[in-house]
């Protein structure tokens, strides 16, 4: 997030402030197909080609700080283990043992310098998942030890945060997330550690849950309070990244800016957050903007000077979303972590605005499945400052392989000329 791209947002939002229509030759998107949303063959689709082949954010670093410690994953559907090696690398594996299935670790989380399956004590190194001992070997005729490792998935890391990927061949980490990664550099994210986490199941498809922090075009209408919202959509500059992910930067309403003390949308500078403190190399825009980052396909991220909250949605079936946010702050001097069971008052008081931020855009989800599921709803027509969901869809379809995608459901792909490389 250097000076040259904050200089382009801020031309960016002047221009969308000034502007009377989308730009010039800015494509007609077709209606967006609810069955999308609703269908059993989308979704399997998605389960299929989506959720195999993409990186998502399945923890910290510091959640297995040592050689042996492990955590389960399982949040794509798949039994799946992360544990550090011996060499200090953080290490992916399906928690499947190669016997007859068993979980090679029954516990969320432990620690263990060799991982044996609880059930008939085959043994796996956790460096290389190399099966290594097999109690009463003689009773297998020809077995073979290199077939029966540990299937890997990926695991890399970026600023403490851990992401696997199903896909063995997939692109590494950080070239996947390219530009995007970038906006992270001033939050040294490996300083920062998890302050509360909140989960809620959503009867809705997870796509619905994704989409409704993609865009700013709602947030007067349902995020006001006595009369004033915070932002002002009409001023909202936006980045489509390679791979889906993109960036979202919202100037503040004239009344915030007053509340704020701040001259204008663009007088950026560093406001104190008083307790909740400050991360002094984040740049004055995350004061006086909302700054957010979407990760595709499934992770939201509005930034903050202080920390911030990482948006999760994860599908449990076709409409059912589990809905997780987890914030992560710089921890209290001399201490390494935030104890979410007694929050100073300050991060107390935190919690509940951004909860009820999270209550207010939850209330529609629920609602919106139904009614795509409803005759009453034909289609979805998105607008040019909707063009980031735009952006997901194109790229679900790009991962799914547009070809596997019935016409009636295809997206259209219209917006790879606006994407920023
Ligand atoms: S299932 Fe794991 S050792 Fe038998
Ligand atoms: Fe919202």
Redesign the pocket.
């Known amino acids: 997030m250097g000076p040259e791209l904050i200089e382009k947002i801020k031309a960016d939002m002047a221009y969308e402030f000034a502007r009377t229509a989308p730009p010039d030759g800015f494509p007609a998107f077709h209606d967006i197909s609810t069955e999308r949303h609703i269908s059993d063959e989308f979704y399997e689709l998605e389960q299929a080609h989506l959720w195999p082949k993409t990186w998502v954010l399945a923890g910290r670093s510091e959640d297995v700080p040592n050689p042996g410690d492990y955590v389960t994953f399982d949040d794509l559907g798949v039994p799946i283990l992360i544990v550090r090696g011996t060499d200090g690398e953080i290490n992916g594996y399906y928690n499947t ?1 190669q ?4 979980p090679v670790v029954r516990d969320p989380r432990g620690s263990s310098r060799r991982l044996r ?1 609880q ?4 043994t796996y190194d956790i460096d290389d998942g190399a099966l290594v001992s097999v109690p009463d070997e003689r009773d297998f005729v020809d077995l073979d030890w290199q077939e029966r490792c540990l299937p890997r998935v990926r695991c890399e890391t970026l600023g403490g945060f851990v992401f696997v990927n199903r896909d063995l061949d997939a692109s590494p980490l950080i070239d996947w997330l390219g530009t995007a990664a970038d906006m992270f550099t001033p939050f040294q994210t490996s300083t920062l550690r998890e302050v509360y986490r909140e989960s809620r199941i959503v009867p809705c498809n997870w796509k619905v849950t994704a989409e409704a922090f993609l865009e700013v075009y709602h947030f007067r209408h349902i995020h006001s309070h006595d009369g004033v919202s915070v932002l002002d959509n009409r001023g909202a500059a936006m980045g489509l990244y390679p791979n889906g992910h993109s960036r979202m930067i919202t100037p503040y309403s004239k009344q915030n800016l007053e509340r704020s003390g701040l001259a204008s949308w663009d007088d950026w500078r560093h406001l104190n957050h008083g307790q909740l403190g400050a991360i002094d190399t984040v740049p004055a825009m995350v004061d006086c903007t909302s700054t957010a980052i979407s990760l595709f396909p499934n992770a939201i991220i509005p930034l903050g000077s202080y920390g911030f909250p990482i948006n999760l949605f994860w599908p449990i079936d076709k409409r059912t979303t589990r809905l997780d946010w987890i914030y992560y702050a710089v921890p209290p001097e001399g201490q390494d972590r935030f104890d979410p069971s007694d929050l100073p008052d300050h991060w107390s008081a935190r919690r509940a605005v951004y909860n009820q931020i999270m209550a207010e855009d939850e209330m529609n989800m629920a609602p919106m499945q139904r009614s795509m599921e409803s005759p009453a709803l034909t289609g979805i027509p998105i607008n040019y400052q909707e063009r980031r969901i735009w952006h997901l869809h194109e790229e679900i379809d790009r991962v799914i392989g547009p070809d596997r995608i019935p016409e009636r459901m295809r997206m259209q792909q219209l917006l790879d000329p606006y994407v920023e490389r």
């Open positions: 043992c016997h007859r299935g068993a399956c059930y008939h004590s085959w």
